[in-house]
């Protein structure tokens, strides 16, 4: 944003002004994204949202929080994107502690992945610490180590760009303090990337915020299939309701326009008076092909690790689950069968790393699809407290099939 000329110089004096008012000088970066008790605890708590063109594309940038405290909003954040950016840093000790067992580094790549984002790019920041000085052999150790990680998660030929986020170098322009790169910077990459779209299909969206502003509701979300024009009709899930759209805005509620389409995040308004029909979560659809909400599915998991009061994963086990920005309560009735090399056998249970078919019921319905109807609407993570128990995708809506 700083280095596109995205922010004007009032605006950066303000920030630099309010973080030094918070003995923070250094933090005025972070001031872009975030906002409040954020920039006063210097964490970023909830998913950050800010927008900007080049020549060639238009962005939408969702900055996640890091902290193992927040993962439910990285989820959040990741099931919008298209494109992922894993930031490591670079600094002595900083990347170790992030890609060790119970890391963040490590558990948003793999989120990332079981959340549907098909292409990554890690971008190892700080190169300009005093303890890393561009050193290509930092660069190195970090993209030999997470370089077999990434594979085994399914991400071949991962791009590496070592970069400095506070002073700018590699991030829009290449520098020539690492001679021993010769890749793009950042933004060249991302602007020479192929845009991921899922065209065709009837529409749907869900709904990661509902917000009354100037009299008016207003949705946001993201545009997984199909398109919507201003005047379409959509009906809301879960219920019975249709709504009108009065207005479409992009760029962060800055740009009005005619239509959105697939990959796009995006503003709808409506009239006040539905509010109480719609929520986070929910799906906004075509009347004439509704996605259904339900209280039960079976899915296919892989249990990736167990909460110290779960030995196994068996019937009664349960946590919440997330299915794109929807989060309920989840509980294990059955496990159907547990899968090896394609080859399904019979087991009561799952220990770590096991993949398996399990039944599945939910505290209430919300709506989704199976994984072959809609990729996005059918996927799940299973979450406890600090702990991705495992994450799959859903095989079946509603109980299995009686034998």
Not at 51 to 64: G, H, N, P
């Given at each position: 944003m700083?280095?596109?000329?995205?922010?004007?110089?009032?605006?950066?004096?303000?920030?630099?002004?309010?973080?030094?008012?918070?003995?923070?000088?250094?933090?005025?970066?972070?001031?872009i994204v975030d906002s409040g008790d954020e920039r006063r605890k210097g964490k970023t708590v909830d998913v950050g949202r800010?927008?900007?063109?080049?020549?060639?594309?238009?962005?939408?940038?969702?900055?996640?929080?890091?902290?193992?405290?927040?993962?439910?909003?990285?989820?959040?954040g990741a099931t919008q994107a298209?494109?992922?950016v894993l930031v490591v840093s670079a600094r002595r000790g900083e990347f170790g502690d992030g890609f060790s067992e119970m890391g963040q580094t490590r558990e948003h790549a793999i989120l990332t992945k079981t959340l549907g984002i098909s292409k990554i790019i890690v971008a190892i920041t700080k190169m300009d610490d005093n303890t890393v000085n561009w050193s290509e052999e930092v660069y190195d150790s970090i993209r030999k180590e997470l370089t077999p990680f990434?594979?085994?998660?399914?991400?071949?030929?991962?791009?590496?760009?070592?970069?400095?986020?506070?002073?700018?170098e590699n991030v829009v322009t290449c520098t020539d303090l690492c001679p021993w790169y010769d890749g793009p910077s950042l933004l060249g990459m991302l602007d020479n990337?192929?845009?991921?779209?899922?065209?065709?299909?009837?529409?749907?969206?869900?709904?990661e915020s509902v917000d009354v502003l100037l009299g008016r509701l207003c949705v946001r979300g993201k545009v997984h299939t199909g398109n919507v024009t201003l005047g379409d009709t959509l009906k809301i899930v879960p219920g019975d309701v249709e709504i009108t759209v009065n207005e479409i805005l992009a760029e962060n509620e800055t740009v009005e326009i005619e239509s959105a389409f697939p990959g796009e995040c995006i503003t709808l308004k409506f009239p006040k008076n539905m509010k109480n029909h719609i929520a986070r979560g929910f799906v906004l659809c075509d009347p004439e092909n509704t996605i259904g909400a339900h209280d039960s599915f079976v899915g296919k998991i892989k249990i990736f690790d167990l909460p110290d009061h779960l030995q196994v994963f068996s019937a009664g086990s349960n946590g919440i689950a997330h299915i794109q920005n929807a989060q309920v309560l989840c509980t294990s009735e059955r496990v159907i069968c547990k899968m090896k090399k394609k080859k399904k056998m019979r087991a009561r249970c799952l220990l770590e790393r096991d993949v398996g078919v399990v039944y599945f019921k939910l505290d209430s319905s919300i709506p989704f699809t199976t994984y072959e109807e809609n990729k996005d609407l059918g996927r799940f993570t299973l979450r406890d407290g600090k702990n991705t128990i495992g994450f799959g995708t859903i095989l079946r809506t509603g109980p299995p099939l009686k034998r």
């Open positions: 700083l280095h596109t000329g995205n922010i004007d110089e009032r605006t950066i004096e303000k920030y630099k002004r309010e973080a030094t008012e918070l003995g923070r000088d250094s933090w005025w970066l972070a001031f800010v927008c900007f063109s080049t020549q060639k594309k238009r962005y939408t940038i969702l900055d996640a929080p890091g902290h193992d405290k927040y993962v439910a909003q990285m989820i959040s298209d494109i992922g990434l594979k085994s998660l399914g991400y071949k030929n991962v791009p590496f760009i070592p970069l400095s986020g506070y002073t700018g990337l192929k845009p991921v779209r899922r065209l065709g299909g009837e529409f749907s969206m869900t709904v």
